[in-house]
């Protein structure tokens, strides 16, 4: 129960009940396929009302929800033959980025994204998906390494954000996160964009600079937590709910603001419902954008890549 | 004249300065100003205390006469500092911002920021000479909102880094900031983006690009340009950092060592290649500027 | 048959390896057997003592079948358990060392490293194919001469790399060594620039590089080829690092922390892309290959 | 006196006697003219033997006297408008490396060197000239930087080697040398490198792959240290001594072993008895090189750099 959200409560509530009633009928033989009927016919209006006006707020608990597939699950329903490649070169090897090569369908493509742990154990050990300098490092040694061997990139991004900590700061999580933007920028490969999760600010775009930028229609991006935006603006984090209303951190805002190109849809209630039909449409929309972007040039590929960046803002 | 009359002399019990961090240590002097004719004529130092003459510190570079604390200096102070006089042109002047994300209180917050800074947006940029080279400049202001970068900023930086490429000249940009503008939300975020592609093909170029970190130079700008120079210079004891202090303290739950993601911290850390004060910045900057010129007329 | 009697059975009191270390730690047996005997059928993990038939060994990829310890594998042994059968054609199997500094007993050296090791330098190259991917292999020899590179080992190196641009093959070496060979002199010490400056080429060919770190790979060659493939693979606990451990601990007087400069140490640091296992080379080896040779055909 | 080199004792005392019977003629107007003559004749074949007949392991000694002059004093008096560039923008600023940009002539060129200490604290700030990775990363990081605004790098080596420490090793010796060494190889702009003292193994060679290579007459320049030669030999480093005269690291070997081009002489007893005279002549130098150099095509360029290490070796 306790993974379910609060919003979801209704509808696994009722759930409960018609499986109970169906039970009840079935055990003491007695006809409720009427009353089931109608508890279904609610069920269906309930959901329908609850998932078709889900608050920003509440796509922020299903994008950061535990269930919420990581990079890794992604991986290993998208891609064949994927094999893992670790460390900067440098320092380290940081856990909450992963990366290496794979297949999708016939051509060979670099993979990188955040990893975020699936329980405790895996969270610390990933940092919560919260990455240090080197874990942007080892992403830039392996899209050179793309470029290199003229494989497109594949990114998924799903990140509270870098880490602020000591060392972090000690090791140039600015310059690392800098560095990727401005490589990114320039790199003589397709890029291709997945947010499949959280977008937590620089964190997040550190890993997102490209040609194609699609986000999980539950999936948020922005440039604070709400959580964040709300004590700076009112000295309380607890009014994240009403930040979120306001910062516009949504697939729609952002398809809206033209930050992205694409909404991948998701089932009711978000991917961890059907990984298997969301992973094909990531495929999908990944092979037909790959196939365009592998016909063009690497000047008009890189051209219309800083195009899209470049337009990006409002002002008067 | 007024000037001569005060120099030397402290004026302390009065608040002269909105930081109350200070006031405790000011000793109480007999001689008391209106507070009104005080906010415009002195100021104290945020470091010694020591109350100061406006026009005496404007004349020192903008710093403290007695401990050589650096004060912000306004963008355009500092585009009097580095450029030869009337070299100047500027860019882009009139970009304003918008209130894309129809953020409360946002449009308040402009005009506030304008009525302090006198500036439009928290950057100016433009063209001019250092030492006779011609060079393109951005100066961020941190008295307009934190110097803080939204769309305005980023488009202005682009554009300066735009015209540089066009007019095959070098880039100098002094940062100081607080980070992205929250209240254009992920547009300010991209900005970051933005900035870093041109810088790129300003790379590719090979025109030189000579970040100079002042205080404070944070958040998303520390994560995009600042970060960027093909040499990063930094103002002594200039705050520089990804994250805020007060965040990190926040995370790791302890209070961070002195000196900590200061200038000096950052050059043994690998990221500054070199501070330099401020009255000898000019002469730097024309010099790295005059060795890489040479460079380009020799090979091209 | 021989082999089938002595399985199994411990012949523990009978020195069968030149390593004393290990030799303590043995209990005594009442079956005694010939030196001459021993030495020829039976040798004894270094890791666990356990005393095993040498043609146990070889069949199982030289790993102890009880603790699983990687022994040290003979060049040709490799290239048989990484190239299919029958693929490999040998390059430069003549080339030989000179003495070029007049070193003392150097001669006597190579004689006595010849003898032990039935190979003529410290490195076997050549081509073949993996898995019907043909491939430039380079493999070197840790009973001869410790696996140290002079001039020979830089050449072959060399001209494999060479011979790898000229037929656009992608190139794998399998280091074992304890760095440059004294007994040359300065010229070990250039054949990293030399080989390196190869590896520049093959990669501005975009032709992969996969080097794969075998214990020990130390030294000279640690910094140079083996920290510069595209592709970095190791055997688990092999032994990794400029300096020797007991070099370090002279210089910095004190003992080694458990695991520093092993493969898995080297991993964590970000100094190896993989470690894998020994089973699993070959296929592992394939993979990469295949992902990288489909990317060839693509864009070409 | 206990800076001076044992072999030339004999020397000094006699300089002193001449001296002493100098001044004792003056203050006692006695007139020696004639036995200070024959002395001052002694003395000058006492240097010619002395001087002319340097053994390795003198050599040895003089390329690490502690009056010998260290890289920033060669740039002192070689190039003008030095700016000293620091940081590998990774991990740390590593003092026993130094480099930037400076003037040499009409040339503007990127300098970068090993740096030894002048006394025991600069010596600590400096760790003796033996470099961490960070700073052969910030050598590279220049170096590129040249090439990108196509400047020449001037190399000054003079090391022990490379530190072999616990945190070196973590922090990738091996890999920061190994990278120096092939992006070396390929860099688009013009290298000279001059061994001014001690050219330590790897931790010298990291520096060393250039266009040019020149050594002053008395550094050194060897795949190890005469006492760690003398240790694994012999098992004993007291016989270094020894394991000098067989090991052929002089200028003079190298060059017949054709791993150097040009050896600078310097003046009788070592380059600190006349620094402005061989800092003339390596500025020479390296402008008559400099001015060839930027006259041939990069490709060329790079095709000779190449053809010089690629040939180095003696097998059959
Ligand atoms: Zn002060
Ligand atoms: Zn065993």
């Known amino acids: 129960m306790s993974n379910n959200l609060e919003f979801e409560k209704p509808i696994i509530e009722l759930e409960n009940k018609i499986g109970e009633l169906e039970k009840f009928s079935k055990e003491n033989q007695v006809d409720l396929s009427n009353e089931i009927k109608i508890l279904k016919n609610k069920l269906n209006n309930m959901k329908n009302e609850i998932y078709e006006n889900i608050t920003p707020w509440q796509k922020v608990k299903i994008a950061r929800h535990k269930e919420r597939p990581t990079t890794l699950e992604y991986i290993e329903k998208i891609f064949t033959d994927f094999i893992e490649f670790h460390g900067d070169r440098n320092y380290g090897d940081d856990n909450a980025i992963v990366g290496g090569i794979a297949i999708l369908e016939d051509t060979p493509v670099t993979v990188i994204g955040h990893q975020k742990g699936k329980d405790t154990k895996d969270n610390i050990k990933r940092n919560f998906g919260m990455p240090h300098p080197e874990g942007y490092r080892k992403a830039l040694r392996l899209m050179k390494q793309a470029e290199k061997f003229n494989r497109p990139v594949i990114m998924f991004v799903d990140t509270p954000g870098a880490y602020c900590g000591l060392e972090a700061e000690q090791r140039g999580q600015g310059e690392a996160i800098a560095t990727n933007l401005l490589k990114m920028s320039g790199l003589k490969t397709p890029i291709l964009v997945v947010v499949i999760g959280e977008g937590g600010s620089g964190g997040a775009l550190g890993l997102s600079i490209g040609d194609r930028i699609c986000m999980l229609e539950h999936s948020i991006y922005s440039v604070i937590s709400p959580e964040g935006l709300s004590s700076i603006l009112w000295k309380d984090a607890s009014l994240a709910e009403k930040a979120a209303d306001i910062m516009k951190l949504t697939s729609k805002d952002l398809l809206d603001l033209k930050v992205i190109d694409k909404i991948i849809k998701e089932p009711p209630g978000g991917t961890h419902k059907d990984l298997d039909l969301v992973s094909e449409n990531i495929k999908k929309y990944l092979n037909d954008e790959i196939s365009k972007l592998l016909k063009l040039e690497k000047k008009e590929l890189l051209n219309n890549r800083y195009k899209k960046v470049r337009e990006i803002g409002i002002y008067k | ?300």
């Not at chain 2, 790791?252 to 330099?276: A, C, H, M, N, Y």
Request: aromatic letters at 8%; one cysteine or more.
């Open chain 2, 1 to 300: 004249m007024l000037k001569a009359l005060f120099r030397k002399k402290k004026y302390a019990t009065v608040s002269v300065d909105n930081d109350n961090n200070y006031s405790n240590n000011i000793k109480k002097n007999e001689n008391k100003i209106q507070d009104d004719i005080d906010n415009k004529l002195w100021t104290k130092c945020k470091n010694c205390g020591e109350i100061l003459l406006k026009e005496d510190i404007k004349e020192d570079l903008y710093t403290c006469g007695k401990c050589n604390y650096y004060f912000r200096i306004p963008a355009r102070e500092r585009i009097n500092m580095i450029f030869d006089k009337d070299t100047f042109t500027e860019y882009d002047k009139d970009l304003k911002a918008s209130n894309p994300l129809e953020f409360p209180e946002y449009d308040k917050k402009l005009k506030k920021a304008t009525d302090k800074s006198k500036e439009v947006e928290a950057i100016v940029t433009g063209e001019g000479d250092i030492k006779g080279i011609k060079t393109v400049l951005c100066v961020m202001e941190a008295n307009f909102m934190m110097g803080s970068m939204g769309s305005v900023v980023g488009e202005k930086i682009t554009r300066a880094i735009e015209k540089a490429i066009e007019k095959k000249l070098p880039v100098i940009i002094f940062c100081a900031s607080g980070g992205a503008r929250m209240q254009e939300g992920i547009l300010s975020l991209m900005q970051m983006g933005k900035t870093s592609a041109a810088l790129n093909r300003l790379s590719d170029e090979k025109l030189p690009f000579i970040s100079v970190l002042t205080d404070p130079t944070t958040g998303g700008v520390t994560a995009s340009f600042a970060m960027l120079g093909d040499i990063i210079l930094a103002e002594p004891k200039a705050l520089i950092g990804f994250a805020g202090p007060r965040v990190i303290e926040q995370t790791i739950r302890q209070t961070l060592p002195e000196g900590f993601q200061r200038s000096e911290f950052l050059k043994e850390k690998g990221f500054v290649d070199k501070i330099v004060k401020r009255k000898f910045l000019k002469e730097k900057l024309y010099k790295i500027l005059y060795i890489h010129t040479m460079g380009s007329e020799r090979y091209e």
